[in-house]
């Protein structure tokens, strides 16, 4: 559909072609595809319905509103917006909920193992100089805490870069990947409390447990074993 | 006087594996007092970086009691021997133990750093024992430029950086030719003047004749003990070594 919102379009009614200008393109992922919205202009008689967005003015009851819509006319549907996308997208938004919960916990999974097998690598790797730390009598917590300060370094660089990516190519990449399913244009409306603050959290209390367990086997063999070359 | 180190009827089993352990030492008992110098020899094998890791809270008997300073270290949380480890004892390993990532220096400065030492304050001491050790020009390489006995030497600095009361040396001069051990014995020595107990572990009559006391061990336990008049002008440290060499054959060794 080559056509963007100010173009005139030429429809067959009852009474002969009209022209009406299109206000606006929406995606349509019910229909798999795109539907063209025109306001007023068409003199169709009896349409078979009409839509009506109405704000409500600061302050006001919704839920009020559309009551008292209900009583003044007869055989009109009044809903809510949360209502009304529900009812046009529900199946489509609880899927995109789920796959958006189920890709927090597997990502959480899984940094979490990356994170308890990379702490594993590097305690092999400084059972040498561990076992030196603790024979001399340097407290297990500061020999275990090496890799805690480290990993969450880590970590926190990679948030930082990654919230920086999602805000910047996130909207784009992932538009480009929803267009197969119809949706080439995904705008993110992220809460912040849940991007930048839950999300993070989550990953930081995953890698500090994954990498402390990780730790306390590393830090259990006695000083002197790993002392020995003999 | 009560003795500053005291080990009780010690035993120590090694699980190398389940249905075999291993006996390394069996009903080891003796008393160190403040300021004794004393040595252990024996023959490979027989149990003696067994003893001195048990004496030292580095590992712990199977049964029987270690006291150190009216401490019983048997039965002390890791936490606390570690603390008493870094803290009131030295210790120079078998083998050189050194973190390769950081320069001679940084790693005879380690203890004191661990036990939250003014840095300044360590860094002159630690240079201080390096000087003494004749590594002074040494201490900025890193551990992987500098010769086995150098390391050693600085492995007793490092044991002695935190003014421990008692030093523990597994073989310290083992790695050593004899002008570098009579460095670091002398080391050792300046040590004990200063009032540190000294317990090592060597297979050299001439650094065993410097104790004053020589314990021989053989089979995980203590087979003899041989004690030293003070030394005098007709009894110096060469009549010591021959006093030791006849007396060895004699107890087995
Ligand atoms: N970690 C260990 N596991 C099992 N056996 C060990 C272990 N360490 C030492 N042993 C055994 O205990 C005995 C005493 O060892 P050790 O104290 O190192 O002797 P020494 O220092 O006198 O050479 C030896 O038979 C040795 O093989
Ligand atoms: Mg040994």
């Known amino acids: 559909m080559a056509l963007s919102p100010g173009d005139t379009l030429k429809l067959q009614d009852g009474s002969g072609w009209q022209s009406v200008r299109l206000t606006g393109v929406y995606q349509d992922i019910t229909n798999g595809g795109r539907t063209a919205k025109a306001a007023g202009g068409l003199s169709c008689g009896n349409p078979i319905w009409v839509t009506v967005n109405l704000d409500a003015a600061p302050g006001g009851a919704p839920e009020q509103i559309i009551a008292d819509f209900k009583t003044a006319f007869e055989g009109l549907r009044a809903y809510s917006m949360s209502d009304y996308s529900a009812q046009t997208l529900g199946p489509t938004l609880a899927s995109l909920g789920v796959a958006v919960r189920a890709s927090l916990i597997v990502s959480t999974v899984v940094v979490a193992l990356i994170a308890a097998l990379f702490t594993g690598v590097l305690l092999t790797r400084d059972a040498g100089p561990n076992a030196v730390l603790r024979a001399l009598g340097a407290p297990g917590a500061l020999v275990r805490n090496q890799y805690l300060v480290r990993l969450l370094a880590l970590l926190s660089a990679g948030v930082v870069i990654g919230a920086v990516l999602a805000g910047t190519a996130g909207e784009a990449v992932t538009g480009a990947l929803m267009s197969i399913l119809g949706a080439p244009r995904i705008s993110f409306c992220a809460n912040p409390l849940i991007s930048y603050l839950a999300c993070p959290a989550a990953l930081i209390l995953a890698v500090a447990a994954a990498t402390a367990a990780a730790g306390q086997g590393g830090a259990k063999p006695r000083a002197h074993t790993a002392l020995r070359t003999d | ?253």
């Open chain 2, 1 to 253: 006087m009560t003795p500053l180190l005291t080990a009780t009827e010690l035993a120590k089993d090694y699980q190398a594996r389940a249905a075999m352990p291993v006996p390394a030492l069996r009903n080891v008992s003796l008393a160190v007092q403040p300021g004794d110098c004393v040595t252990i020899m024996g023959p490979s094998g027989c149990g003696k970086t067994t003893l001195l890791n048990c004496l030292s809270g580095l590992d712990s008997p199977s049964s029987g009691t270690v006291v150190f300073d009216g401490q019983e270290l048997t039965g002390l949380p890791e936490k606390t021997l570690a603390a008493i480890r870094l803290r009131r004892i030295g210790f120079v390993f078998q083998h050189p133990a050194f973190l390769p990532a950081l320069s001679l220096l940084d790693n005879i400065v380690l203890p004191g750093f661990l036990a939250g030492s003014a840095r300044a304050e360590v860094v002159a001491r630690a240079r201080r024992l390096a000087a003494a050790t004749g590594i002074a020009d040494l201490v900025d390489r890193n551990i992987s430029q500098v010769s086995g006995g150098q390391l050693q030497r600085a492995a007793i600095c490092r044991a002695l950086v935190n003014n421990p009361v008692i030093v523990f040396g597994d073989e310290p001069t083992g790695a050593l030719n004899r002008t570098a051990a009579a460095e670091v014995l002398g080391l050792l020595s300046d040590a004990n003047r200063d009032g540190a107990t000294i317990m090592l572990v060597t297979h050299d009559v001439r650094v065993a004749a410097r104790s004053r006391r020589v314990l021989a061990m053989a089979d995980g336990a203590i087979i003899a003990e041989h004690r030293f008049e003070p030394l005098s002008d007709s009894a110096g440290l060469g009549a010591r070594e021959k006093q030791l060499s006849s007396w060895l054959p004699g107890v087995g060794l």
